[in-house]
Structure formats: C-alpha cells, structure tokens
C-alpha cells in the first residue's frame, strides 16, 4: 500500500498499480452522505429560476433529475468505483435571494458494502452544471462552488461531520 501520514491510499497495490478495492469481506451497513455546492449567477438569471420563467423550461426540476440520474451512474463516470444499488436519493435546493445564488443539497443512501460520498458529490455536481446549462444563454458568467461533503455515516470509519 502507498500511505500518507494521515491514511492509507487503497485505491493501489503494493507495486503501486492502481486497482479496485475489493470489499467482498466488508459488512453491509446502511450508509448515508450528504453534499452540497453552489451556483452564483446574474439577478436576471436568478430571477429567472426562481419564477419558473427560463425559456429552457424548469431549471431546479431538471437538475433534480439530472442529480438523481448522475448518482446512479458514478462507477460509468469515476475510475475504480463499484457499481452500487442505491436505495435512496435526494437532490433539493436552496434560492438564496441576496446572493443570486442556488445552494444544492444532495442525499445519497444504500445498505451496502460501500460508501455513498462520490454519489452524492457527483449529484450536487451535475445538477450545479445543469442549472448552469439551462441559463448560460442568460448568464455565462456563473459560478459553481463550495462541492463539498457535509456528512456521511455507516461503515467501519463510522460518521463523519464537516467542521465549518
């Protein structure tokens, strides 16, 4: 294994070959992460998502599915991930009027030998590119921000919470 001070990398061999962690022997538990991210944009856009009123139709409703959509498919996307069953998730939003900005909110859950964190970064992730898609003939200087994981528990590492 290659290690660092803080964990070990186990997405390597001993040769330092990149390979599959194999979780065959790992418990199923049930397990959750938590992610978020930002989109900023122009008040004319933000004004446009929030009253429905975007020529491409329902910007939040679309990137709803389009983050439920991408969670499924993470092991098509992200090297070395494993196919999952997932049994739940959720992708919501929050209209930050003073900002002009959309927060996104995504819940992945499964009962499974695996964690659940690049589903739901990936869901927060496709759905701040969709927003963004849906309004760039409005505001092409948007920006996407701040995806990161807020919480995810089960598993031999047991819970993790964000600080800050």
Known sequence: ????????????????NAVMVDVSKKDETTRVAHATGKISMSKEAF???????????DVLGI?????????????????????LLITKVSVDFCLQDEDNLV?????????GKTGVEMEALTA???AALTIYDM????????????????????????????QG
């Open 1 to 16: 294994m290659v290690e660092n001070s803080d964990s070990k990398f186990t997405h390597f061999d001993a040769e330092g």
């Open 47 to 57: 004004e446009k998502v929030k009253s429905g009123n975007m020529s491409k139709g």
């Open 63 to 83: 990137a709803r599915i389009a983050g439920i959509m991408a969670a499924k498919k993470v092991d098509d996307l992200i090297p070395l991930t494993h196919p």
């Open 103 to 111: 927060e996104i909110f995504a819940t992945v859950g499964i009962c």
């Open 124 to 126: 927060v992730s496709v």
């Open 135 to 162: 309004c760039k003939a409005v505001d092409k200087s948007m920006v996407i921000s701040d995806i990161k994981l807020l919480k995810k528990t089960g598993g031999k590492s047991g819970t993790y919470i964000r």
